[in-house]
């Protein structure tokens, strides 16, 4: 859904639909066309959809020392350190590889088949315990920062699915999203919830077709089993009974990923301030930027959610455009629970639109929009703009904003709209909008509604 990068609430195309469509529908449809605008079916072929920012639960590290001290217990890390201390000086393949007799006599000693032996190398070779010269190879040193190695170690792992890490080919493409997901449920995951989210991860994102998905079900449990038994010998998982979860090491490693591709990964340390939070300075460390996207998350998970909601209805319906938008990037995770919150929004001049669409969206009974209505909530969605110092690159993520005979109607909508920020909204088009007909059209329509 398009937004304003600060929380914008409303997807501004499908506003412009419920201008269209909202008055002539049944309630079902009506429900059907809230749901879409809100962007809970929402699907997207664009290539930025790899490179989104994800916002993860807030995790807790076990100790630094203890990290540490966990690392040579590895057993990856173990096999690469006696690898080490076997391997000694002497000469290497031209691709840098023990000769084949010797990697057959070491597989042996060590008790490793020459697939694991080959990423044991690897970890060996590139976490300094083995060093190779044009002269072969030989010893390298231990580790001085041990936390460092075992970024790197993870790293080499990660590295090698491309080539066939853990002998599952669905578990190797998806292993990243694998470990996000887990990642993100510390109590662990069960063996069934993994296969079926791997399995639809496969469906959906490698477009497989229905045979080899039916093939899939029936191979992929005997798969993730030795795939698992790969990753936790490599000291990222932990296997129960019935579930599986990230072992310490493992929860410090996905996250130095995860923070390395740009998402937000907090330590709970980071943001369990900002559960203390007033809902009033709450919303305004987000606006500012100073609180993490997981932020909102915590602070409602502290409260009773029909408290919760009713604090931040309190301050969006005297607030601004900017408020509101991020408030209802919060309440928009909310569930029925905050329905009678919700409710007594309805009351409120500055809400009462929003709360309509938040109780249609789950299917509870709501007031009908008008076109009207529509117009008024796409400008109080185009208004966050105003709180925004970059305006030209947040412009950039309303992708309703192209140039169009639709935007040109929006544009017009606007100027005869009562809300009170639509001429302010127009002169911003006027000023920054990069198509010259819309910006023109948008001052035009901005000295029309300034003549009423």
Same mark, same amino acid.
């Given at each position: 859904?398009?937004?304003?990068?600060?929380?914008?609430?409303?997807?501004?195309?499908?506003?412009?639909?419920?201008?269209?469509?909202?008055?002539?529908?049944?309630?079902?449809?009506?429900?059907? /066309?809230?749901?879409?605008?809100?962007?809970?079916?929402?699907?997207?072929?664009?290539?930025?959809?790899?490179?989104?920012?994800?916002?993860?639960?807030?995790?807790?590290?076990? @100790?630094?020392?203890? /990290? =540490?001290?966990? #690392?040579?217990?590895?057993?990856?890390?173990?096999?690469?350190?006696?690898?080490?201390? +076997?391997?000694?000086?002497?000469?290497? %393949?031209?691709?840098?590889?023990? @000769?084949?007799?010797?990697?057959?006599?070491?597989?042996?000693?060590?008790?490793?088949?020459?697939?694991? /032996?080959?990423?044991? +190398?690897?970890?060996? #070779?590139?976490?300094?315990?083995?060093?190779?010269?044009?002269?072969?190879?030989?010893?390298?040193?231990?580790?001085? $920062?041990?936390?460092?190695?075992?970024?790197?170690?993870?790293?080499?792992?990660?590295?090698?699915?491309?080539e066939g890490l853990t002998g599952s080919a669905v578990a190797d493409e998806h292993l990243t999203e694998m470990l996000a997901t887990i990642y993100a449920t510390t109590d662990g995951i069960t063996y069934a919830a993994l296969i079926e989210g791997m399995l639809q991860a496969h469906e959906i994102g490698c477009e497989a077709r229905a045979h080899e998905m039916r093939r899939l079900r029936e191979t992929l449990p005997g798969e993730l089993d030795v795939a698992l038994d790969l990753l936790q010998y490599c000291g990222l998982f932990e296997r129960g009974a019935e579930s599986v979860r990230l072992t310490p090491l493992g929860v410090w490693a996905v996250?130095?990923?995860?923070?390395?591709?740009?998402?937000? *990964?907090?330590?709970?340390?980071?943001?369990?301030?900002?559960?203390?939070?007033?809902?009033?300075?709450? #919303?305004? *460390?987000?606006?500012?930027?100073?609180?993490?996207? !997981? =932020?909102?998350?915590?602070?409602?998970?502290?409260?009773?959610?029909?408290? =919760?909601?009713?604090?931040?209805?309190?301050?969006?319906?005297?607030?601004?455009?900017?408020?509101?938008?991020?408030?209802?990037?919060?309440?928009?995770?909310?569930?029925?629970?905050?329905?009678? =919150?919700?409710?007594?929004?309805?009351?409120?001049?500055?809400?009462?639109?929003?709360?309509?669409? +938040?109780?249609?969206?789950?299917?509870?009974? *709501?007031?009908?929009? %008008?076109?009207?209505?529509? %117009? +008024?909530? *796409?400008?109080?969605?185009?208004? %966050?703009?105003?709180?925004?110092?970059?305006?030209?690159?947040?412009?950039?993520?309303?992708?309703?904003?192209?140039?169009?005979?639709?935007?040109?109607?929006?544009?017009? $909508?606007?100027?005869?709209? !009562?809300?009170?920020?639509?001429?302010?909204?127009?002169?911003?088009?006027?000023?920054?909008?990069?198509?010259?007909?819309?910006?023109?059209?948008?001052?035009?329509?901005?000295?029309?509604?300034?003549?009423?």
């Amino acid at each position: 859904m398009a937004n304003s990068g600060n929380g914008g609430v409303f997807d501004l195309g499908e506003l412009r639909n419920l201008i269209d469509e909202l008055g002539s529908v049944s309630g079902e449809e009506r429900e059907a /066309l809230l749901a879409e605008m809100a962007g809970e079916n929402d699907e997207c072929d664009c290539d930025d959809c790899e490179s989104e920012v994800l916002s993860f639960p807030p995790v807790e590290l076990a @100790p630094p020392a203890e /990290l =540490a001290g966990a #690392v040579r217990s590895v057993p990856l890390v173990r096999d690469a350190r006696r690898l080490a201390a +076997w391997t000694g000086a002497r000469e290497v %393949t031209a691709e840098g590889f023990l @000769p084949p007799g010797e990697a057959r006599e070491v597989s042996g000693e060590l008790g490793l088949t020459l697939d694991r /032996l080959r990423l044991v +190398w690897i970890v060996a #070779v590139n976490g300094g315990l083995l060093r190779i010269t044009r002269a072969g190879v030989s010893r390298g040193e231990e580790p001085s $920062d041990l936390m460092r190695f075992w970024d790197g170690v993870v790293m080499d792992v990660l590295d090698r699915t491309e080539e066939g890490l853990t002998g599952s080919a669905v578990a190797d493409e998806h292993l990243t999203e694998m470990l996000a997901t887990i990642y993100a449920t510390t109590d662990g995951i069960t063996y069934a919830a993994l296969i079926e989210g791997m399995l639809q991860a496969h469906e959906i994102g490698c477009e497989a077709r229905a045979h080899e998905m039916r093939r899939l079900r029936e191979t992929l449990p005997g798969e993730l089993d030795v795939a698992l038994d790969l990753l936790q010998y490599c000291g990222l998982f932990e296997r129960g009974a019935e579930s599986v979860r990230l072992t310490p090491l493992g929860v410090w490693a996905v996250r130095q990923d995860l923070l390395r591709e740009g998402h937000d *990964a907090p330590l709970l340390s980071e943001i369990a301030g900002f559960a203390e939070l007033s809902a009033c300075e709450l #919303v305004d *460390a987000m606006l500012t930027g100073e609180a993490p996207s !997981s =932020a909102p998350a915590l602070w409602a998970e502290r409260r009773v959610p029909e408290d =919760a909601a009713r604090e931040l209805i309190k301050v969006a319906a005297s607030g601004t455009a900017g408020q509101r938008g991020v408030i209802g990037t919060v309440l928009a995770e909310m569930g029925p629970e905050a329905e009678p =919150a919700m409710r007594e929004a309805l009351a409120e001049p500055a809400m009462w639109r929003h709360a309509a669409v +938040w109780l249609a969206v789950r299917d509870l009974e *709501a007031p009908v929009l %008008t076109e009207e209505d529509g %117009t +008024w909530l *796409a400008v109080d969605t185009l208004a %966050t703009l105003l709180h925004i110092a970059d305006v030209p690159e947040a412009m950039e993520e309303f992708e309703e904003l192209e140039a169009g005979d639709e935007l040109l109607r929006l544009v017009e $909508d606007i100027s005869r709209s !009562s809300h009170p920020d639509a001429i302010a909204v127009l002169e911003l088009l006027g000023a920054n909008h990069p198509d010259a007909t819309v910006a023109k059209a948008a001052r035009k329509a901005a000295m029309k509604a300034r003549s009423r």
